[in-house]
């Protein structure tokens, strides 16, 4: 079982930038696409971005893609999530996940050690 710990968070205004971290130990960490995924107030989680076990490739939800970079770091066994231009919609506790599979994946069922979340705030 792998381990998921998010940092990084924070309260920043419309258009700032934040980058979130996830370290992970335990299971090896660069068998298994990673992803994250955002839960805001009274809202279902949903997907925000993906990537393969190498890093190679990476998927984005249409909301952030443009906006938003995710990327990986074996030596580290850490993930990030580069976050720019930031809106008020994107106010949402950020989930880290570990996949099932080395392939990049949005099904939020098919990813199963989360992390504890971290808050993310953005002021208009």
């Known amino acids: 079982q792998v381990q998921l710990v998010e940092s990084g968070g924070g309260l920043v205004q419309a258009g700032g930038s934040l980058r979130l971290s996830c370290a992970a130990s335990?299971?090896?960490?660069?068998?298994?696409?990673m992803g994250w995924f955002r839960q805001a107030p009274g809202k279902e989680r949903e997907f925000v971005a993906t990537?393969?076990?190498?890093?190679?490739?990476?998927v984005y939800a249409d909301s952030v893609k443009g906006r938003f970079t995710i990327s990986r770091d074996a030596g580290k066994n850490t993930m990030y999530l580069q976050m720019n231009s930031l809106k008020p919609d994107d106010t949402a506790v950020y989930y880290c996940?570990?996949?099932?599979?080395?392939?990049?994946?949005?099904?939020?069922?098919?990813?199963?050690?989360w992390g504890q979340g971290t808050q993310v705030t953005v002021s208009s």
């Open positions: 335990g299971r090896t960490f660069d068998l298994y696409a």
């Open positions: 990537i393969s076990w190498s890093g190679g490739k990476t």
């Open positions: 996940a570990t996949g099932s599979s080395p392939y990049t994946d949005y099904d939020i069922t098919d990813f199963g050690s």
